[in-house]
Each structure stands twice: as C-alpha cells, then as structure tokens.
C-alpha cells in the first residue's frame, strides 16, 4: 500500500526510515540521536509537542540541541 507517495514495506520498515530522516534532517541531530527521540516519543508529534525539559530526558540532548529543536518548530515561515 502507498501512504503519501511512499511504498511501505513490511512493519513499516520504510515509514520508520522516512520517520529518522526527518527528525535527523534538524541541526545537531545524527540518526543515532533521532532514533533515540523516536524511541522515547514514538511519533513525531509527540517530539514536536514535547517541551525542551522533554526532550532533554534523551541522552544526548542537552539544553542547546532542545532549544534549537524547538526554535525551528517554532520559526515562522518568511516569503
């Protein structure tokens, strides 16, 4: 089945990878890290919706990869 344009594999082994690389595409966060986070929150809304104490419960993830996380979710798109 396609869900948004994706072939999803069995268990959603590729939805999990397309989960990874856009949580990894954000400044200072490597796949290990952007694994952990998904570990943790599961989804990522629930990493969006998570405060920067929150996040900072991951290993890895100290003050100032939280705020910019946060900064950049929270940055308003300028045309």
């Known amino acids: ?9 069995k268990k959603g082994e ?12 954000f400044p200072s966060i490597s ?14 809304e629930n990493i ?8 900072r419960k991951v290993e890895g993830i100290g003050r100032k990869k ?3 996380i946060k900064e950049i979710l929270r940055k308003r798109y300028e045309e």
């Not at 969006?48 to 996040?55: D, H, K, M, V």
């Open 1 to 9: 089945s396609n869900l948004i344009g994706f072939k999803v594999g």
């Open 14 to 25: 590729d939805l999990n990878k397309i989960l990874e690389k856009i949580i990894s595409s």
């Open 31 to 44: 796949i290990k890290l952007g694994k952990r986070l998904l570990e943790k929150f599961k989804t990522l």
């Open 48 to 55: 969006f919706r998570a405060s920067e104490y929150e996040l």
């Open 66 to 68: 939280a705020r910019i």
